[in-house]
């Protein structure tokens, strides 16, 4: 990146409703706009679900971070509340894969994700940013979800630069001040980065970075009438992010049998057990461990 | 009690529809049918609130472990979906402080509340039962949820004989396979005791109780709009059945204060940061530890 090239810095909290922490930072830093204060570039925070917030819901119609497919963005026959809420953030901050925007979206889950930033795109500047916050706080994951041939429909994906991020593990609707504050704490090191990026300085850092790579997803065990059957094993829950072998406990089915993993390779699984990815077929996503290394900017 | 004064036993899941550990064990139960029986007795399995476990919420129009008081049920003018629920099964369960059914209904919380029997009353068989299950495993903690002069109105108060199951901590919408099997155990050994005690067998336990005595609730910091100002303090968060003594930290607001109890005595939180409870205004209940000695039957 040359100098100064970020100039507008849009944070996004309550794009699901029912995850508390990001909307409760967003308000926070709403009413404390200084806090966000950096000399070379504006930051921006807005409500992604207003109405799913008020009603402490995930959504009201639909998933609005499955909402960003670009030819749902451009279909004015979509008219869900969610619908009309992506047209209305994308004109703010797109258009789609041509925005100058850098944008975090901020989120939670049920699952032992620690701090992840979630990529949807191979972007270096983003590469760079997240090598540089694993290495200042090894408890920073990276997690690529891109799917080969694949248009990403997340929020995020409206911008090159920026990604989500996704804290846990913490129930739908509540707060806990230990994730409220290291999340914030996290989002001013990134302001302070993209200050320094902005500033010319030379920021050292190892340019190598370890991140998780999106394979596919695995459903719960199921009744051939497609009722839940089972949960994740005792062994599998909170796992997240270590390696699962083949023949290892994955799920205990409600009469007690072990099922274990059928994979032929290691894999490291995460979102495993998060609440709202049960009506969507997901038990977890399997990932793979990838040691990469950066070229200097 | 004198021998077989158990008939009926009835138990019920889902009365919140977005606690699905009750919800799953009832089905399980519903579809095998012999791991309740016993000889003495018949058990009967009912899903407290079948439209909200459908769509994964707490309650469809208004909690329904609030429906319970006497006038509530005489009232033919409440007609929201829980409010002719509560009547149903009243009809099948009641009537009210009159029934001879053992009543187990069972819920899961946020907070960090192990195995909790939660007690409506102060029936001698409901103590003996609650001593012989905290003598058999102390990870189970007894509370007694009583008001002086106010009418209780949870589901459980229909019965004398019985009590409500309070696991956690679990998120809303999951399953955890771990507190499942403690919450399947923990019924099979509640029917067994029924069973003895049907069969006149003398069962040998302390008559002694250790029992958390419900004080008070108390709410969040709120700014004086009434909106959240603040949260759990990572000192208190998980500390259910903890002492917290005056002077200790209790919420840290969103500026990063520390506020601390400002009660007189030590008490003993529980239910601290329990997802339902945001829009009710408790934050955590408030109890005192009581030692009781029971005596024979």
């Excluded at 930033?117 to 090598?131: M, P, Q």
């Excluded at 409600?254 to 709202?276: H, K, M, R």
Aim: net charge negative; hydrophobic share 35%.
């Amino acid at each position: 990146m040359s100098n100064n090239d970020i100039c507008n810095v849009a944070i996004i909290g309550g794009t699901h409703g029912n995850e508390r922490i990001g909307l409760y930072l967003v308000q926070k830093f709403q009413q404390n706009p200084t806090l966000l204060l950096r000399p070379s570039f504006s930051t921006t925070c807005l409500i992604g679900n207003p109405q799913a917030c008020i009603e402490n819901q995930r959504y009201i119609d639909t998933d609005l971070n499955r909402c960003f497919l670009k030819a749902s963005l451009d279909n004015n026959l979509l008219v869900k509340y969610e619908e009309k809420q992506a047209k209305a953030l994308h004109q703010q901050l797109g258009p789609k894969g041509n925005s100058d925007t850098f944008l975090l979206d901020l989120h939670s889950t049920t699952a032992n994700m620690g701090l992840t930033l979630i990529l949807v795109n191979d972007h270096s500047f983003n590469l760079h940013l997240a090598a540089y916050l694993t290495y200042r706080n090894p408890l920073v994951r990276v997690y690529r979800w891109t799917q080969a041939d694949q248009e990403n429909a997340f929020v995020s994906s409206i911008c090159q630069l920026g990604f989500a991020i996704e804290v846990g593990p913490i129930p739908q609707g509540i707060l806990l001040a230990s994730l409220f504050q290291q999340t914030e704490a996290l989002i001013y090191q990134i302001l302070d980065y993209l200050e320094q990026v902005n500033q010319g300085s030379d920021l050292s850092f190892p340019r190598h970075l370890t991140l998780f790579q999106h394979l596919e997803v695995i459903d719960f065990p199921k009744t051939p009438e497609g009722e839940l059957a089972g949960m994740i094993h005792p062994e599998c829950q909170g796992m997240d992010y270590q390696p699962l072998n083949p023949g290892e406990p994955l799920f205990l089915t409600f009469e007690g049998q072990t099922l274990c993993y059928d994979g032929s390779a290691t894999v490291w699984p995460i979102f495993i057990n998060e609440a709202a990815y049960y009506e969507k077929g997901i038990a977890m996503c399997i990932t793979q461990k990838q040691d990469i290394s950066l070229q200097h900017n």
